[in-house]
């Protein structure tokens, strides 16, 4: 059987036409590199060099391997430089599940992040809270957001930030003047909604059926961007996390209303396995968030 020193032995022989110059550059004895290149002729059926020549001609049968041993050196000295990478940060992946709001939590993380590292691919994907938790201990993803405490004692979790439920309203609004509002008020507006089913979304949806109070959602859509935009053409008012909305609010696109009844304060949550098991690169995340939690 062909082995890949018995290869390397071989194709130094040929690169430097010399068993014994190949030997000193192999630090070797030179009877070690001869039974390298006799295991090699025995395992292939065919003489791989002419004994006879002076500079150590190979035959054609020696030809033909050297093509294929100067290959695999190449794909050796390449997969050695890839492993590097990662062991360096210089090459990898990090999965990150969250819902469509933790998006936002989430990306100056990111921002840092390839700062730092900016050979290695981010891959941000969309995961349902209830799901989070399951996906996270599959691996399916490195880590989660969420904005509770999971309950699986496998995995801990850091604290991004903090959170709330804002009711938001285009600038000519007639609730754009008002620091609040009861979540009564709020119910008689023409209310846009996410049509993704979500905690935050039922949670609203309770009170107002405890509260036997009217909750007017005339248009539905399935994302927040759709949402914020539809607000802004003046289509209706709508109750957001507000970290959805921070750049909108700076530049008074949108303006913020509190509803107290409705605020649902909550702690935006990073979680991860607590039994490790991650690439790298996505220790090299966690890294990161711990020192920012």
């Known amino acids: 059987m062909m082995t890949f020193e018995d290869l390397r032995v071989f194709a130094t022989v040929a690169a430097e036409r010399s068993f014994s110059r190949a030997a000193r550059k192999l630090r070797r004895t030179q009877p070690a590199v001869s039974q390298a290149i006799r295991r090699l002729e025995e395992a292939s059926g065919e003489r791989l060099i002419d004994r006879s020549s002076r500079n150590g001609t190979l035959t054609a049968a020696g030809e033909l391997l ?11 000295d390449e997969a050695a430089g890839a492993l590097a990478d990662l062991r360096q940060v210089k090459k990898g992946r990090v999965l990150i599940g969250c819902n469509e709001g933790g998006v936002h939590t989430v990306l100056p993380l990111v921002a840092e992040f390839q700062r730092e590292h900016p050979g290695i691919l ?17 691996r399916n993803v490195d880590f989660g957001v969420l904005t509770f405490t999971p309950r699986d004692r496998e995995l801990a979790s850091i604290v991004l930030g903090t959170d709330e439920l804002v009711l938001l309203v285009p600038p000519d609004h007639p609730l754009a003047g008002r620091k609040q509002i009861t979540m009564e008020e709020m ?7 996410h049509n993704d089913p979500s905690p935050a979304r039922e949670e609203v949806l309770r009170l107002y059926e405890q509260r036997h109070a009217e909750l007017n959602i005339t248009m539905s859509l399935p994302s927040l961007d759709g949402i914020k935009r539809a607000v802004e053409m003046g289509l209706g008012v709508a109750l957001l996390p507000r970290r959805c909305a921070q750049g909108e609010i700076a530049r008074a696109q949108l303006i ?11 702690q935006v949550r990073f979680i991860y396995r607590k039994q490790g098991g991650l690439s790298h690169a996505a220790q090299a995340f966690l890294d990161l968030v711990q020192t920012k939690g």
């Open 66 to 76: 050297l093509g294929y041993a100067t290959r695999l050196m190449r794909l050796a």
């Open 122 to 138: 981010v891959d941000v994907r969309r995961v349902h809270a209830r799901q989070m938790s399951q996906e996270v201990l599959l």
């Open 187 to 193: 119910g008689r507006q023409t209310v846009i909604a």
């Open 256 to 266: 913020e209303v509190r509803v107290p009844e409705l605020r649902s304060p909550r």
